[in-house]
């Protein structure tokens, strides 16, 4: 508080006049994180909604990278977070989904999501050095101990594959076993049942 204060060129026992403390303001902070996530459209099939939300939240909390750590470990309550749970919730449940499988469907999406944007954010090196560093990983890979791991790191060495993590890839097998799960939401607009 002192440091903000400081920055802020105030004393810092006048900013407890508008935050009850350091939590506070990293709530507040990470409310307008997420006010900066689509919110799903009661207008768009389901999975198209959730696929566009999913795209959103990767690309603003790797725009904020700090972000994905707080947002997982708070209770986030602020208005942009009610607003986009609220609207997730909505659109699932409109579409056909028990409020219950719309919170396993919300949390699988999130979960996945955050994940995700975690490992990518933390990948000890760039796409481009992937060919590169798997080739200096290739001669402690036994081919007759990890035969498979052998294969693919000589694939990826040689450029027959690139090796990096496909967002969409995992995103849409995850779209896939919720369609499976409730087949009843066939590209069902979000609106399409009252919650």
Known sequence: MRALGDALGVKAMSLYNHVADKDDILDGIV???????QVPSPAE??????????????EVLLRHPWACGQLMSRVNVGPAMLRYVDATIGCLHGAGFSL???DHAWNALDSFTYGF?????????????????????????????????????????????D?????????????????????????????????
Do not use: I
Not at 31 to 37: I, P
Not at 177 to 186: I, K, Y
């Open 31 to 37: 409310d307008l994180v997420v006010g900066e996530m």
């Open 45 to 58: 099939p389901w999975r198209l909604s959730m696929r566009s939300r999913a795209f959103s939240a990767h």
């Open 100 to 102: 219950a499988m719309a």
């Open 117 to 161: 944007t975690l490992q990518k954010l933390n990948f000890p090196f760039e796409a481009d050095e992937y060919s590169k560093v798997a080739a200096g990983y290739l001669p402690s890979l036994s081919a007759e101990r990890y035969p498979s791991m052998h294969a693919l790191t000589t694939l990826v060495a040689s450029g027959g594959h």
């Open 163 to 195: 090796g990096l993590h496909d967002f969409a890839f995992g995103l849409d097998l995850l779209l896939d076993g919720l369609e499976r799960a409730c087949p009843v939401v066939h590209s069902t607009p979000c609106s399409n049942v009252s919650p």
